[in-house]
């Protein structure tokens, strides 16, 4: 049978089809059967198991696994190496689930044990360890502190930016899911210190697949990558071992894995961004892994692993772009296939086609990664030999791994002034990035609609056509989703593109969302959603006449909100975002009477200008110095009736803040009692 089967995959279905695995295992566990013979039958299981995804899947429906764990309770050792062999193959199978590795508790730490036994089990185990270490990624988006170089900037431009009420929207990386964490259940059990002296082992194998190890143990990891800095084999530390086997005299395999290892600690911050083994080892590695001299899935790799080494620092991205010409470099990605069209096999035009796939996927990555927060380096992507056409063709591939590398690169792109100003505008990319919009998986979503917020920018002149093109109704739809990021997206998106705004945009946006809709997003559990909600609120509310129209209609409904979040248990954010919706109302002609009636409402607001937080402080004064200014309408009364309420007496005491901003207000205020 074993001769039978190897190398042939029609024998292999034949013998599983004919009923053969049932009665190898039978074999393998009986008592009565010698050694041999198990030995045997696990190497048969594991030539079957070498073959198609369906012969797993047929292995794994006769419960293989619990019967070659069991094995390994024997104590011979050739057996348990064939066990482990066949259990290798089967967990790097991609359809065998890792947490059959984890059902039994007692299995991690026998397989640690059997470390020692042997270099095969050394590399088996390894093996099965790194494929069954997985960790699951959601997308998700986060305000960040947004980087417009002032040197691309009108002044009254700048200013524009740092108001409140638009901010400019960048994306995170996927944050780990916390689920099963496999990661922690290896490293509990000892997996560091069992596995790190393997990296001195004379076999090469065993050094690579403990390598493989740790890279998959520190990804995102911060205890273990702090708990690598400091182990010592044989004298040197592992970061040191690790760049040694950065040198380029070893194999790109070797290179590549050190680098993800060394990459992977630094993300999880063990290793700082300016170490030297980062700057002058990593970085320079993975951009030689970016050549096209290196074998198309080295290049892929290279490219993702630096993508993610530089994403968050802009040191590293400035010294990236400047090595070996890598913007240039990325380029010829998008060159393979030279010719689809010559290739008559199909294996080969499918194989082609994919590696075509990833290799595009790779550069939109890095591209997305380099041009993250530095004007100069977006500007030599987007000049780059057909670089915009290149991303604008990738929002329509048929690959969504390649559709969503195209649409973070373009997020990524749309953080300039000056690209949306020009090169967005030429391309039009407003259009295709509307068709991605349109029935895309959530993961392409969120980052779609990232993009699309920045599109909707005051200054962007993408964002008339945007509007025409029937973006309300998107933005309104996205609200109502059970994804928190794309919630947040479309507040924020609909908060941009209320800016300022027509009074038929702002009615539009009121008519679509629904007042109830609106409710609901104030009352939401994301902190993110409330706070862009506020926003939304804020710009809506903006302009006397657009102030008085929304409040005739929608004032008892936003007077209610308000109340709710200012009695309930938010942060200083959440409240001052709403004393500044509070404070906008003031500003209305008619607008300001539903404060001045509602005695709820002003006493809160004397009840924040007394309170010990001077943001809180400012913004119940912006509602105070509407309320009371001399040129307007009624002010007497309205000034009456707050200095009854104790109002001037607080006036008195904040002019005295050694707060100036606070003081300032505070005495502007009261001059305009006196005037």
């Given at each position: 049978?074993?001769?039978?089967v ?15 695995v049932?009665?190898?295992l039978y074999l393998?566990?009986?008592?009565t059967?010698s050694?041999?013979?198990?030995t ?5 299981l594991g030539s ?5 995804e369906?012969?797993v899947k047929s ?7 619990p ?16 066990c482990l ?15 059959l ?10 397989l640690m044990?059997l ?10 185990i390894?093996?099965?360890f ?8 959601t997308f ?5 502190e947004?980087?417009i170089l002032?040197?691309?900037l009108?002044?009254t ?8 009420r638009?901010v400019w929207?960048?994306l ?6 916390l689920?099963p964490?496999?990661q922690?259940?290896l490293?509990?059990?000892?997996a560091?210190?069992?596995i790190a002296?393997?990296?001195t ?8 697949q403990?390598?493989?190890c740790f890279?998959v143990?520190?990804f995102e990891?911060?205890?273990?990558s702090?708990?690598?800095?400091n182990?010592l084999v ?24 050190s680098?993800k290892?060394l ?7 063990a290793?700082?961004?300016?170490d030297?083994?980062i700057v ?5 590695c993975?951009?030689?892994?970016c050549s096209k ?5 080295e ?11 530089i994403?968050?620092d802009?040191?590293l991205q400035r ?9 240039a470099m990325?380029?010829d990605y998008?060159?393979y296939?030279s010719?689809?069209s010559?290739?008559?096999d ?7 086609l ?16 380099l041009?993250a927060?530095d004007?100069?380096i977006?500007k030599k992507?987007?000049?780059?030999e057909n670089m915009?056409?290149?991303i604008?063709?990738?929002?329509s ?8 590398a195209?649409v973070r ?12 100003r020009t090169?967005?505008?030429d ?5 295709p990035?509307?068709k991605?919009?349109q029935n895309?998986p959530?993961e392409?979503l ?11 920018l ?13 973006a ?7 609200t109502?989703?059970e ?15 209320a800016f300022?705004?027509e009074?038929?945009i702002?009615a539009?946006?009121?008519r679509s969302l629904?007042?109830?809709q609106?409710?609901?997003?104030l ?7 409330l706070?862009k909600?506020l926003g ?13 129209k ?6 008892k409904?936003?007077?209610q ?5 200012l009695?309930g ?9 709403t004393?500044c919706?509070?404070?906008?109302i003031a500003?209305?002609t008619?607008a ?10 002003l006493?809160?607001?004397?009840y ?5 937080h001077?943001?809180l ?8 110095s509407?309320?009371i ?11 009456d009736?707050?200095?009854?309420m ?7 005491k904040?002019s ?5 901003n606070l ?10 009692y006196?005037a």
């Amino acid at each position: 049978m074993k001769n039978a089967v190897i190398g042939n995959n029609k024998q292999k279905a034949n013998l599983i089809v004919l009923g053969a695995v049932p009665r190898l295992l039978y074999l393998l566990q009986q008592e009565t059967s010698s050694t041999e013979l198990k030995t045997e039958c696990a190497v048969v299981l594991g030539s079957l198991a070498m073959g198609t995804e369906n012969n797993v899947k047929s292995l794994l429906d006769c419960h293989i696994i619990p019967a070659l764990l069991q094995g390994l309770l024997s104590p011979d050792l050739k057996f348990i190496e064939a066990c482990l062999r066949c259990l290798r193959t089967i967990f790097t199978s991609p359809v065998t689930p890792e947490e059959l590795l984890y059902t039994d508790a007692t299995v991690i730490p026998h397989l640690m044990a059997l470390l020692s036994r042997s270099r095969y089990t050394q590399e088996y185990i390894c093996q099965i360890f790194s494929h069954c270490c997985k960790v699951t990624q959601t997308f998700e988006t986060c305000p960040l502190e947004f980087k417009i170089l002032r040197t691309y900037l009108l002044p009254t431009l700048w200013m524009l930016l740092h108001q409140p009420r638009s901010v400019w929207v960048n994306l995170e990386r996927p944050k780990r899911d916390l689920g099963p964490d496999h990661q922690t259940i290896l490293f509990n059990h000892g997996a560091v210190q069992n596995i790190a002296h393997l990296l001195t082992s004379v076999s090469y194998k065993v050094r690579m697949q403990a390598l493989k190890c740790f890279s998959v143990l520190a990804f995102e990891n911060p205890q273990v990558s702090m708990t690598l800095v400091n182990v010592l084999v044989d004298g040197e530390l592992l970061p040191q071992i690790f760049v040694k086997m950065l040198q380029r005299d070893k194999p790109i395999e070797m290179q590549l894995t050190s680098a993800k290892c060394l990459t992977y600690m630094c993300r999880a911050g063990a290793i700082r961004t300016d170490d030297n083994c980062i700057v002058l080892k990593t970085l320079p590695c993975l951009v030689r892994m970016c050549s096209k001299e290196r074998l198309l899935e080295e290049r892929v790799e290279g490219a993702e692993t630096l993508a993610y080494l530089i994403e968050p620092d802009v040191e590293l991205q400035r010294i990236a772009s400047i090595t070996d010409h890598l913007i240039a470099m990325l380029a010829d990605y998008f060159k393979y296939p030279s010719s689809v069209s010559a290739i008559t096999d199909i294996k080969r035009l499918d194989h082609d086609l994919k590696h075509a796939h990833e290799l595009r996927q790779a550069a939109f990555k890095l591209y997305a990664s380099l041009g993250a927060n530095d004007e100069d380096i977006r500007k030599k992507i987007i000049e780059t030999e057909n670089m915009m056409d290149r991303i604008v063709t990738g929002l329509s591939e048929s690959s969504v791994k390649v559709r969503l590398a195209a649409v973070r690169c373009l997020h990524s792109l749309s953080r300039s002034v000056q690209q949306l100003r020009t090169s967005f505008q030429d391309h039009a990319v407003w259009k295709p990035l509307m068709k991605v919009l349109q029935n895309a998986p959530d993961e392409i979503l969120v980052v779609a609609s990232s993009m699309l917020c920045n599109l909707l920018l005051e200054f962007s002149p993408s964002k008339e056509p945007i509007l025409e093109s029937g973006a309300v109704e998107l933005l309104c739809g996205l609200t109502q989703s059970e994804n928190p990021a794309l919630r947040v997206n479309g507040i924020w998106a609909l908060m941009n593109m209320a800016f300022q705004a027509e009074q038929k945009i702002k009615a539009d946006i009121l008519r679509s969302l629904s007042t109830e809709q609106l409710f609901r997003l104030l009352s939401d559990s994301d902190l993110n959603v409330l706070m862009k909600t506020l926003g939304l609120l804020r710009n809506l509310l903006s302009t006397r006449p657009h102030i008085d129209k929304i409040m005739s209609t929608h004032g008892k409904q936003i007077m209610q909100a308000v109340t709710l979040i200012l009695e309930g248990e938010h942060n200083i954010e959440v409240k001052e975002q709403t004393l500044c919706i509070l404070a906008n109302i003031a500003d209305g002609t008619t607008a300001k009477e539903l404060i001045m009636t509602n005695d709820d409402i002003l006493q809160k607001i004397k009840y924040y200008m007394g309170h010990s937080h001077v943001k809180l402080q400012l913004a119940a004064m912006f509602c105070i110095s509407n309320l009371i200014w001399n040129e307007e309408e009624g002010s007497q009364e309205r000034q009456d009736k707050l200095r009854d309420m104790g109002i001037v007496d607080i006036l008195h005491k904040l002019s005295q803040s050694p707060d100036s901003n606070l003081c300032d207000k505070a005495k502007m205020a009261l001059q305009q009692y006196l005037a």
